[in-house]
């Protein structure tokens, strides 16, 4: 064979080795990704509350299970909360779990009895008296876990440095006692679009450096909703009944959660797209289940 002919072969052979080892090879930026997290370790790092709400929990010294909701006529009404232990239709497995974890852990008076003015909620208040009341209700209650939403109310007379200021004061008065706090954001509210979100933006913000979790109730309405959630606007009116009946979140006053007889304790997702209370009651269930799982247990 002439030597022209030999190059040409081994030149062959290399070639079609080199396709083999490309072929076999990792893909690009394959490197990259093995050495990043997995998807549940980078789920695990955004709980970035888990370790600070840890070494709160380490102080307290109360009953276990105690689960305190501090809050106005949102929090106050028996259409939040209460209705769980007995109506949970279509609910998925997921949060079915996390009732069972939830009813197991917390203690029975706090489905129903922890409501009114001395547990922490009245209607048409704001972050003011929750400022003004919250040593006494730590010192009557001694929570475990808080639950804190107030802002609905703040809307027209707070500006948003004092909001700011006040939320931080009572969320510092609840770690101290050692008791873990779950921040709510608020709902949106009808007329006050615009402020509700920049408050919300607020609670999400102070959530963070504050090292609490976050329940994210405004954002489970206006994912679900984005552009129908106020009951009080023309498409809504003569839906019949109270201003409760309107098959959308927010009721026909525009302010609270709704809560029409045809989605109640309906936990599908037309119920959650239809019952405001029902969202609540969701959006507060997972988050407090994530809490048991992740910091009280």
């Not at 949060?95 to 939830?102: G, H, I, P, S, T």
């Not at 004092?162 to 007329?191: F, M, Q």
Request: proline share 6%; hydrophobic share 40%.
């Amino acid at each position: 064979m002439k030597r022209w002919m030999i190059l040409l072969a081994v030149l062959a052979i290399s070639l079609s080795a080199f396709a083999a080892t490309k072929k076999a090879a990792p893909a690009p930026n394959a490197a990259e990704s093995a050495s990043a997290p997995a998807p549940a370790a980078k789920a695990a790092g955004e709980k970035y509350w888990v370790e600070p709400m840890k070494k709160v929990h380490a102080k307290f010294t109360g009953d276990k299970g105690t689960f305190a909701q501090f809050g106005d006529s949102i929090t106050v009404t028996m259409a939040f909360w209460s209705p769980l232990v007995w109506t949970r239709k279509n609910m998925d497995e997921p949060a079915q779990a996390d009732f069972a974890l939830v009813k197991g852990h917390m203690k029975e008076a706090c489905w129903r009895e922890w409501k009114g003015p001395a547990f922490g909620s009245d209607g048409g208040m704001t972050i003011r008296w929750a400022l003004d009341n919250v040593g006494a209700w730590l010192k009557k209650l001694n929570p475990e876990t808080a639950l804190l939403m107030f802002g609905t109310n703040d809307l027209g007379p707070l500006q948003l440095d004092e909001y700011e200021t006040k939320v931080r004061a009572v969320i510092a008065k609840c770690l101290d006692n050692g008791t873990v706090v779950i921040l709510s954001t608020i709902p949106p509210k009808h007329g006050q679009g615009e402020k509700a979100k920049t408050f919300v933006e607020s609670l999400r913000r102070i959530a963070r450096e504050c090292g609490v979790p976050v329940c994210d109730y405004y954002g489970a309405v206006t994912s679900r909703r984005p552009d129908d959630w106020d009951g009080a606007t023309d498409k809504f009116k003569g839906a019949g009944g109270d201003v409760y009946q309107v098959p959308t979140l927010i009721s026909g006053d525009g302010v609270h959660p709704s809560n029409p007889k045809q989605w109640e304790g309906d936990y599908s997702e037309e119920g959650l797209k239809h019952n405001g209370y029902v969202l609540r009651n969701y959006v507060v269930l997972r988050s407090y289940a994530d809490v048991i799982r992740s910091v009280l247990k």
